[in-house]
């Protein structure tokens, strides 16, 4: 009897360690099952073209709706090579709603358009109308601008 006693305490330790290893391997699991995970996008078309001349277009979409287009050309602009395109790409946002933009990138800068974006306020008509009499004006004798 005295033995059956002492192998249950024995198996009893032996259970409990074992739970106890146990439980920081299923609270490790339970963290990675927590964090965000990203899921996999296929491509459903992909286009690809770059001309020896320099121009060249790329498209693709993904199997989740995603959407880019990009036609550009090489340019040089003041004895500067460099790259003027213009494209689009369509996304569907966290809120469920489809945001698309259309842009231009060249030697005047990014500039994107979409219905999304802020806008700048208008200009004052009195500020307006100054800029259209001043756009009237000779130009001054000293050339352009002013020297303070």
């Given at each position: 009897m005295?033995?059956?006693v002492?192998?249950?305490?024995?198996?009893?330790?032996?259970?409990?360690?074992?739970?106890?290893?146990q439980q920081p391997h299923q609270q490790?699991?339970?963290?990675?099952?927590?964090?965000?995970r990203y899921k996999e996008i296929p491509i459903v078309n992909l286009e690809n073209v770059l001309e020896v001349d320099g121009k060249f277009r790329?498209?693709?979409?993904?199997?989740?709706?995603?959407?880019?287009?990009?036609d550009g050309?090489?340019?040089v602009v003041?004895?500067?090579?460099?790259?003027?395109?213009?494209?689009?790409?369509?996304?569907?946002?966290?809120?469920?709603?489809?945001y698309s933009i259309s842009y231009i990138a060249d030697e005047n800068?990014?500039?994107?358009?979409?219905?999304?974006l802020p806008t700048p306020p208008p200009v004052p008509a009195p500020i307006a109308r100054?800029?259209?009499h001043l756009a009237t004006l000779p130009p001054s004798k000293d050339g352009p601008g002013r020297k303070f």
């Open positions: 005295l033995k059956a002492v192998l249950l305490a024995v198996f009893s330790v032996i259970g409990a360690q074992k739970q106890h290893q490790q699991l339970q963290q990675q099952q927590s964090l965000p790329y498209s693709y979409e993904g199997g989740d709706g995603t959407r880019a287009a990009q050309q090489q340019i003041n004895n500067q090579v460099g790259t003027a395109s213009q494209g689009q790409y369509t996304y569907q946002g966290d809120d469920g709603k489809t800068g990014y500039r994107p358009v979409g219905d999304h100054a800029l259209a």
